[in-house]
């Protein structure tokens, strides 16, 4: 549904935030790319997740609007443009330094800026684990994805959560390891669902109700309690 603005002359359209622009074309336009960069191509669907992922997890860090986030992230790759929209979406205001600037000059300029958190690309922590040893690791597929096989090399466990896991993705990284998919209400920062990536067996769960938490669905007009398992 669209409104629009007379003003005597002219029949202006609503005024709306890039958010609610980019939101209605994901709605209308989701299987049309949305982004064709070097590293990646990206549907409008497809963007949208992403940004999402980011939000959700600025938003369990408490991030909201009215806070500024820090984006430092390489120019060019199509996750500036997921962190950018990211930010926005959680209601925050970003403030963007470039990738290359020196440590102490983009903790200077975020200092000044008042930002509260900072995002950063995701491709440099895949080095960083192979360098420090790391065996274990929880996070969400959309960073996972961006670590090759050599940055994963020593991790022998590896939890995703807070967002969708495609089959493809979940299938690659648990071969060699142990992988579990998860799911928890971001809100409360727990786990309440977990299932082993199993390769061979194709599985799409996302498990079994850990003890203590059964989740349930709700609407206005009925209310739903969900079996033994949950899928994805």
């Known amino acids: 549904m ?5 003003t005597g002359r002219a029949t202006m359209p609503q005024a709306r935030t890039l958010v609610e622009m980019f939101n209605a074309t994901a709605v ?9 960069g070097a590293d990646v191509t990206l549907t409008y669907r497809e963007l949208f997740e992403r940004a999402l992922g980011v939000a959700g997890r600025l938003t369990g860090l408490g991030v909201g609007p ?11 790759t199509s996750e500036l443009y997921v ?29 000044r800026a008042g930002a509260c958190v900072v995002v950063r690309d995701g491709q ?7 360098a420090r040893g790391v065996t274990v690791v929880s996070t969400v597929p959309t960073l996972a994805a961006m670590w090759d096989d050599d940055a994963l090399a ?15 993705l979940g299938w690659r990284l648990a071969a060699g390891r142990e992988v579990w998919n998860t799911y928890g209400p971001t809100e409360a920062t727990v786990v309440s669902t977990a299932a082993r990536v199993q390769p061979a067996s194709r599985s799409r769960s996302a498990g079994r109700w850990m003890a203590g938490r059964l989740p349930s669905l709700t ?3 009925s209310w ?7 899928s994805w």
């Not at 209308?28 to 064709?36: E, I, P, S």
């Not at 962190?83 to 975020?110: C, E, H, W």
């Not at 440099?124 to 192979?130: D, N, T, V, Y």
């Open 2 to 6: 669209s409104f629009s603005v007379t």
């Open 66 to 76: 009215g806070d500024r986030v820090g984006v430092q992230v390489q120019s060019g």
């Open 83 to 111: 962190a950018i929209l990211g930010v926005l979406q959680s209601g925050a205001a970003y403030v963007p330094v470039d990738a290359d600037d020196p440590p102490a000059r983009a903790a200077d300029l975020f200092e």
């Open 124 to 130: 440099e922590l895949g080095p960083w684990l192979s």
């Open 28 to 36: 209308r336009c989701g299987d049309r790319v949305a982004l064709d």
């Open 219 to 221: 609407s206005a007009d």
């Open 154 to 168: 020593g991790v022998r466990l590896l939890i995703l959560g807070g967002e969708a896991c495609p089959e493809p």
């Open 224 to 230: 739903l309690r969900l079996g033994s398992r949950a």
